[in-house]
């Protein structure tokens, strides 16, 4: 096994957070994903202390020859409507980062080859938004029988209503947890 390889049963996976919002209804979502920032931030930093992998699953903004840092150096331009949300959520190099061309983590990526080699078998989905990407990813997921917890304040859509409608997709269809993140709840998904 690589030396950059970990393995681990739960891997945290942070979806589109990397983003300039520069899209027809990137102003709300901004509003939108302000209230999931701290949240999430506390997330991540539970998962690091409990050495679960973080995955950043983002768009490639149809920069076809773009990479991590070419992307986030997009997101932190001056004029990036989603600048602060990038800095506050930067990954660090021993994050992984999956770059996908479509909705899903899972469509044309190496996501179906990262996972297994860290041997997960359970995802923590977060991100935005939770009525496209979110949910696209969750779907294939569920397709290959990963364990799913979507907490419900670290996932953000343009408008309320369409947030909680994904997050009752996925939990009646796709059996997700939809808990909201805490301590607890991250303690006990580990130990599953």
Known sequence: MGEEERTSATALLIIDMINDLAFEGGAALAETVAA???PLETLVEA???ADVPIVYVNDNFDQWH????????????????GRAMVARL???SEDYFVIKPQFSGFYATNLPVLLPRLNVSRLILTGIAADICVLFTAADAHM??????????????EEAPH???????MEKTMGADTRPSSAETLAAWLRR
């Open 144 to 157: 290959r029988h990963y364990d799913l917890w979507v907490p419900r304040d670290v996932v953000a859509s």
């Open 36 to 38: 999931i920032l701290a």
């Open 163 to 169: 947030r909680d409608w994904a997050l009752g997709v």
């Open 90 to 92: 930067r990954p660090r």
């Open 47 to 49: 998962a690091r202390a």
């Open 66 to 81: 773009s990479d991590r840092e070419r992307i986030v150096e997009h997101c932190l331009r001056d004029d990036s409507r």
